[in-house]
């Protein structure tokens, strides 16, 4: 089940510079998509999230763009900083399921380097 | 800020055992969901659960598990004969609508 993917298992940046994520989908169901990150022994922290009605969605450093005929959504820190370090998800659902079920992509591991 | 708290945070059980796994939502939530993360592997969603019955499972939620609201907080997940593909860590989450979601920190289940 590939309905969700992030194709880079990690990233580093130098911390100041943009670190910038990417996730692709397939299932056209999707309406809505969010970004977790998550430390080691914790469980996932939302960050961010986006409706399919829009094509971008701000919070802080965080930028979130949804480009829906690619199928494809990336996620923007800026500026990095070394707190950033984690792993991030790419999350997906279907609002008219009903049910709330989330689909996660793999993970990307991002390093902010000093 | 509200959590969602998960205990234990780790169990270790013998092949064939059953375990149960407790969390406590968030008092106002409404939507409570499990989910795994295998070791290296994607976060994956077990059960939905709303208005005190399953709203939807995955294949993975096979007739070994089976979740309870026993009282107006706790939210258990019950592996009735543990296997040791079942080791993993196991996040419950609750939510006030269909979006929105807390985890908790996890419970790391060992089957040896």
């Known amino acids: 089940d590939q309905q969700v993917k992030q194709n880079s298992p990690s990233l580093s940046v130098q911390e100041g510079r943009i670190s910038i994520l990417n996730c692709d989908y397939t299932n056209s169901m999707f309406d809505y998509f969010l970004w977790y990150k998550k430390y080691p022994a914790e469980g996932p922290t939302f960050l961010i999230s986006?409706?399919?009605?829009?094509d971008k969605n701000e919070d802080g450093r965080f930028t979130v763009f949804l480009n829906k005929s690619a199928k494809h959504l990336s996620l923007h820190i800026v500026p990095s900083q070394p707190g950033d370090s984690a792993v991030y998800f790419c999350?997906?659902?279907?609002?008219?399921?009903?049910?709330?079920?989330?689909?996660f992509g793999q993970g990307t591991t991002l390093q902010v380097k000093p | 800020e509200p959590e969602v708290t998960q205990t234990p945070s780790h169990q270790v059980t013998q092949m064939g055992q059953e375990v149960i796994l407790r969390c406590v939502p968030i008092?106002?939530?409404?939507?409570f969901y499990w989910y795994r993360q295998i070791l290296g592997q994607k976060v994956e969603f077990l059960v939905s659960f709303y208005n005190n019955e399953i709203s939807e499972k995955s294949e993975i939620f096979d007739d070994q598990f089976s979740v309870e609201r026993p009282d107006g907080s706790n939210f258990t997940l019950k592996i009735r004969s543990t296997k040791l593909e079942d080791s993993a860590m196991y996040f419950c989450?609750?939510?006030?609508?269909?979006?929105?979601?807390?985890f908790g920190s996890g419970t790391r289940l060992t089957v040896v």
């Open positions: 999350a997906a659902s279907a609002h008219g399921r009903d049910t709330g079920k989330l689909i």
């Open positions: 989450a609750s939510s006030e609508a269909l979006n929105g979601y807390t």
């Open positions: 008092s106002n939530h409404l939507y």
């Open positions: 986006i409706s399919s009605i829009k």
